[in-house]
């Protein structure tokens, strides 16, 4: 078989194979793309196109691919809403007072782990056992309102 004369889509499709098989250990829709674009190239020269239309086509499609749809695909996986992580998902927990917590120090109990603590009202005080719930986490200090039962 003369693979790039008369049967060169053969090696257009092979090509694209091979590109989609690396998009799929990759996953960032690059080669997805290109694997196309050699799709494209090997219909161009099936159709008996001289080895200039495939190239420029794969080229050509190649670009629209990345400059045009693969942002919009990689926008679209990624849109939607984020659950937050880290301390910032403590916001809305329940915290129990440890120390008493003024403007100027306390310590609560969220969940297991003690945090330093500050009312969002400066001039609120809590006592130890008060049950508070996590308003906002600034840095390292829980900042806490009294729950409402």
């Not at 590109?19 to 020269?45: K, N, Q, Y």
């Not at 200039?52 to 695909?73: N, T």
């Not at 603590?117 to 130890?128: F, H, K």
């Amino acid at each position: 078989m003369d693979w790039f004369g008369d049967d060169i889509w053969v090696t257009w499709t092979a090509l694209g194979v091979i590109l989609c098989l690396i998009e799929l250990a990759s996953g960032e829709l690059i080669f997805l793309m290109f694997g196309i674009a050699a799709f494209s190239a090997a219909v161009a020269a099936a159709a008996g196109a001289p080895l200039a239309i495939p190239l420029g086509l794969f080229g050509v499609v190649s670009v629209a691919l990345l400059a045009l749809v693969r942002p919009r695909i990689v926008a679209r996986l990624y849109d939607g809403p984020s659950l937050p992580s880290g301390q910032h998902g403590l916001v809305g927990h329940s915290a129990i007072v440890d120390e008493e917590v003024n403007r100027l120090a306390g310590r609560v109990l969220i969940g297991d782990v003690l945090w330093t603590a500050r009312p969002v009202d400066p001039e609120a005080v809590y006592e130890p056992g008060d049950e508070l719930l996590v308003a906002a986490i600034d840095g390292a200090i829980a900042r806490v309102v009294r729950k409402e039962s």
